[in-house]
């Protein structure tokens, strides 16, 4: 069964492929994959692939000296990079020269190579093609895999959550198992849309405004958050430089950063995410969003029992979501950007949910990207006030725009 469902994501995959758009310069590409390690993060972006009508640019097209990646679309080249970064535990520079990508003359940029190779081999040889096997399987976060088990630590430590984190569903939809996991999944769908205060009174909500701090690195700075129905926000993030942006705009995403010029438009599942963050209405979009929904049990998060949903979308990757046991309110989010070698996760923990005219809002979420995390708490919400359409306008000049 996990085979039907992976062969369907390869599908999908090729039909990601075939709709992607490009609009990534290489050099604009490589500024924002900087930015987002050095610079704050900032909003809820994901890199990973384009859904859009127009014809995707191929990586050896936009990029120098490809040789193994070779027909995948030029935007998912950066993703996938972030992957084996992530995979090895490494930084770019672990086989990269800086300013000088395209350049062999580090080993293991080579052995790299001969690994993306392997991986391929191997998945063909024994998982169908699909990507069972990844970078992450034997590296998990080392450049040098680990062959011989660990002796038992003093204080045994707890399986970790990412362990699991990125199975795809099991079950199926032939199986009266399934059925009964597919009902209960619209079920805490449901309950979810009641607990956040029910569909008329999320429907009210027309506009709002956040001011609280962002923390992350031991560091706090003042955010402020704007949002209006349908799908447009933009979040400025208050550094000691000038201000950090995230925005989008009900159609297209874009990033700032002080010190830079112009903006880096979002590409791929970065979009994808931003118009899901945007979305003021989400818990009754939710159903919509997916062709398939599966419940999976329970997991503890923290202190709570979550119920675990999955939610397979069409040409998308699936989502996971975890529905507190006793309040029904989403209180954590995982979705994956795709890249050429594997999934990568984004994780999203929403907490302190507070009533405003009606409709619980978090006040506190935190998120998780295998290159960092931080965590807003908001301490001053207004809602359902005027908000002008052109704070979320794309800026032409070469100036990011200023909060008020
Ligand atoms: C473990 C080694 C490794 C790491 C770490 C790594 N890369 Fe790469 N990178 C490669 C390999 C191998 C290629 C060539 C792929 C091919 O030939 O198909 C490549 C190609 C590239 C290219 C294309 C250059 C050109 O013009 O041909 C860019 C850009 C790039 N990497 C950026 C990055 C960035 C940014 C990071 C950090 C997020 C990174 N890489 C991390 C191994 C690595
Ligand atoms: C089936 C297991 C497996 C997979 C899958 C795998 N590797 Fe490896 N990799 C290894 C082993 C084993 C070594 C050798 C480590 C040593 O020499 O100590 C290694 C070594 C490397 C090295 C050299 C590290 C160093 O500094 O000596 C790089 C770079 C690397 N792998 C990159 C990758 C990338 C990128 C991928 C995914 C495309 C990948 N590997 C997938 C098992 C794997």
């Not at 995959?13 to 610079?39: C, D, H, R, T, W």
């Not at 936009?62 to 040789?67: A, C, L, S």
Request: net charge neutral; hydrophobic share 40%; with cysteine.
């Amino acid at each position: 069964m996990r085979r039907h469902i992976m062969r369907k994501q390869s599908k999908n995959a090729k039909l990601v492929f075939l709709l992607a758009v490009l609009f990534f310069f290489a050099a604009v590409g490589l500024v924002g994959v900087q930015a987002q390690s050095s610079a704050p993060p900032h909003g809820g972006a994901t890199p990973g692939a384009a859904v859009e009508s127009g014809t995707p640019k191929k990586a050896e097209q936009q990029f120098k000296n490809i040789q193994v990646l070779k027909g995948i679309p030029a935007e998912q080249l950066i993703p996938t990079m972030e992957f084996i970064r992530a995979s090895l535990g490494v930084g770019c520079e672990y086989c990269h020269e800086h300013d000088a990508f395209d350049k062999d003359d580090k080993e293991p940029k080579k052995k790299a190579r001969k690994m993306m190779e392997m991986m391929i081999t191997i998945n063909q040889e024994n998982f169908n093609g699909q990507r069972m096997v990844t970078c992450n399987s034997c590296h998990n976060g080392n450049p040098k895999p680990q062959s011989i088990p660990s002796v038992m630590p003093e204080t045994p430590k707890e399986l970790a959550a990412g362990n699991t984190m990125m199975l795809p569903p099991v079950g199926g939809a032939a199986s009266g198992e399934a059925k009964g996991n597919s009902e209960m999944a619209q079920q805490l769908l449901d309950k979810y849309v009641q607990a956040s205060g029910g569909a008329a009174a999320i429907e009210k909500v027309s506009s709002r405004i956040m001011k609280g701090t962002i923390n992350f690195g031991g560091k706090s700075l003042p955010i402020e958050i704007f949002a209006k129905d349908p799908d447009q926000r933009i979040s400025f993030t208050h550094m000691p430089e000038g201000d950090s942006v995230t925005a989008f705009n009900g159609h297209e995403g874009w990033l700032a950063a002080p010190g830079r010029p112009g903006v880096r438009p979002m590409q791929g599942s970065e979009v994808d995410a931003a118009s899901m963050d945007a979305d003021l209405h989400l818990p009754i979009h939710l159903k919509a969003m997916f062709s398939e929904l599966q419940a999976q049990g329970t997991e503890k998060i923290g202190d709570a029992k979550a119920y675990v949903v999955v939610g397979m979308r069409e040409g998308k990757t699936p989502m996971r979501l975890f529905f507190d046991e006793q309040s029904g309110l989403l209180i954590r989010l995982v979705r994956f950007g795709d890249t050429a070698l594997g999934w990568l996760p984004t994780e999203i923990d929403y907490a302190d949910y507070r009533e405003n005219d009606g409709v619980k809002v978090p006040y506190r979420w935190t998120l998780a990207r295998p290159g960092g995390r931080f965590t807003i708490q908001v301490s001053e919400t207004k809602q359902n006030v005027p908000v002008d359409d052109a704070k979320f306008a794309k800026p032409v000049a070469e100036e990011p725009p200023k909060a008020p």
